[in-house]
């Protein structure tokens, strides 16, 4: 069955330090990736995808992931987290054989920034 | 910028009663997609819709939920028999057909909470 699975419900970081969410996938196919942020109460905003091409992929707010097929994953980076940062993300695949395109989601992972 | 639109934000029900929520996607949106999240958990595929009809229902969506898009430009959801499980935050996303555009654009969601 095809899943994702995000590691960390809880991520806490400093303001500055490195920001690292992490996502692995299981298919059967590659899939197409996205992650989405959810600030509180607010509805769900496309940071980044990837779906061919280059596997290094910038989104915004200075977000990037990285597509490594041999590790089922697609890690969500960021240098410097700043204060705004601090929100729920959530990792989507869309799987290629599936004609509805439907958007299968992880558990998310809440970002929490340390001042 | 054109963007997804949800009424009402916040909808309060009794158990047992008709909801109809409300959607108006991106105007030139073909595929359309309810998604809900419950507090706490992940999001989760409902339905998608295509062509007037419906192109894929996951197990959530049983005989209580249709979906309608009654004119050109609303999507509606209705849940026929609310139950306190139904207590969610219901996203409405779309996307278009242009060449190949797999990404989802959601709505700010509505809040149903049923008593």
């Known amino acids: 069955a095809q899943s994702v699975t995000q590691l960390g419900s809880h991520v806490s970081v400093s303001e500055g330090a490195l920001v690292l969410l992490r996502c692995n996938y299981s298919?059967?196919?590659?899939?197409?990736l996205f992650w989405y942020v959810q600030y509180p109460n607010q509805g769900l905003q496309l940071l980044l995808k990837?779906?061919?091409?280059?596997?290094l992929v910038k989104g915004i707010n200075g977000f990037e992931a990285e597509f490594k097929k041999s590790e089922t994953s697609f890690h969500l980076t960021k240098p410097s987290a700043h204060m705004s940062d601090a929100a729920e993300y959530f990792c989507?695949?869309?799987?290629?054989?599936?004609?509805?395109?439907?958007?299968?989601f992880g558990s998310g992972t809440r970002l929490l920034v340390r001042p | 910028e054109p963007e997804v639109t949800q009424t009402p934000s916040h909808q309060v029900t009794q158990m047992g009663q008709e909801v109809i929520l409300r959607c108006v996607p991106i105007?030139?949106?073909?595929?359309f997609y309810w998604y809900r999240q419950i507090l706490g958990q992940k999001v989760e595929f409902l339905v998608s819709?295509?062509?007037?009809?419906?192109?894929?229902k996951s197990e959530i969506f049983d005989d209580q939920f249709s979906v309608e898009r009654p004119d050109g430009s609303n999507f509606t959801l209705k849940i026929r028999s609310t139950k306190l499980e139904d207590s969610a935050m219901y996203f409405c996303?779309?996307?278009?057909?242009?060449?190949?555009?797999?990404?989802?654009?959601f709505g700010p969601g509505t809040r149903l909470t049923v008593t």
């Open positions: 996303a779309s996307r278009g057909d242009s060449g190949r555009s797999y990404e989802q654009y």
């Open positions: 298919s059967s196919v590659p899939p197409y």
């Open positions: 990837y779906t061919t091409g280059a596997t």
């Open positions: 989507a695949v869309i799987l290629m054989m599936d004609s509805s395109y439907k958007l299968i």
């Open positions: 105007s030139n949106h073909l595929y």
């Open positions: 819709f295509y062509n007037n009809e419906i192109s894929e």
